[in-house]
């Protein structure tokens, strides 16, 4: 009785918005994709979620993953003719979750970029420690006409004991986006409480998967079929406070 439930639920469950900003679904240029085949099947996911837009947003960081426009346009055309292929319902974009690091200062500087629609560039701190000087680097890209969108600020630990950096970031108009995984509880407690207190302070602009597989899929899938999910959007009133649709109005 309890699978036919759990799995009615996961074939109904949809997200309340339908633009994903936040995953790693382009083939072969980082560690979520490996190729056009898996990306087709997390496409499909993001489909049965109801999402009809998807950034990919794939890494870009130092010594690991050292990706540029061209790399990156090269995965999405691969991809896009197999979307065309198979006549997916869906939409896809190129750009990039970059690491603020040496690579991205370089690349930053050269004007070497790919940013999303709207000139938003969705960009990741450090996991071991706040960037010296990301504040003026915020503001430059501002001056420069990008807008910032820092990807899951939940998972920086180094901002647990001082959130204020939280508020000083995102009142220097820095958009904030929460992964649901960690929503999920896939991070651990604290990055679960701390998307959670980010929702409650009014410091979550937007939600994204983050999926770099099939594995994120399905617990992604499972949770929005969770009354865990259900009463964190009625609680904290998400379809009309987050703005993934309204932000890029594609
Ligand atoms: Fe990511």
Not at 104 to 115: D, M, N
Not at 132 to 147: A, C, P, S, T
Not at 185 to 210: H, K, P
């Amino acid at each position: 009785m309890f699978n036919i439930f759990k799995k009615k639920s996961r074939e109904e469950a949809k997200l309340f918005y339908h633009t994903d900003v936040h995953s790693h679904i382009l083939p072969g240029v980082d560690h979520g994709s490996e190729d056009v085949g898996e990306s087709l099947e997390m496409l499909r996911a993001e489909i049965a979620m109801g999402i009809t837009h998807v950034m990919c947003t794939s890494h870009v960081t130092a010594e690991t993953f050292e990706n540029t426009p061209e790399s990156l346009t090269a995965a999405y055309e691969l991809l896009q003719k197999a979307v065309d292929e198979e006549g997916l319902p869906i939409k896809i974009y190129a750009s990039a979750e970059y690491r603020i690091d040496e690579y991205w200062t370089k690349e930053y500087e050269a004007g070497h970029i790919l940013p999303m629609p709207g000139k938003r560039i969705l960009l990741e701190n450090s996991f071991a420690q706040e960037l010296i000087g990301i504040d003026n680097m915020m503001f430059d890209l501002q001056v420069k006409g990008y807008r910032p969108i820092l990807a899951h600020p939940e998972r920086y630990r180094y901002y647990y004991g001082r959130k204020e950096r939280y508020k000083a970031l995102h009142s220097a108009s820095v958009k904030f986006q929460v992964n649901i995984l960690s929503l999920a509880g896939y991070f651990g407690s604290g990055a679960r409480e701390t998307a959670v207190w980010l929702i409650q302070n009014n410091l979550c602009d937007m939600l994204g998967s983050d999926m770099h597989n099939m594995e994120h899929a399905q617990i992604i899938m499972d949770y929005i079929g969770s009354k865990d999910w259900r009463k964190l959007c009625e609680k904290y009133d998400l379809p009309h406070r987050i703005v993934n649709d309204r932000e890029f109005e594609l």
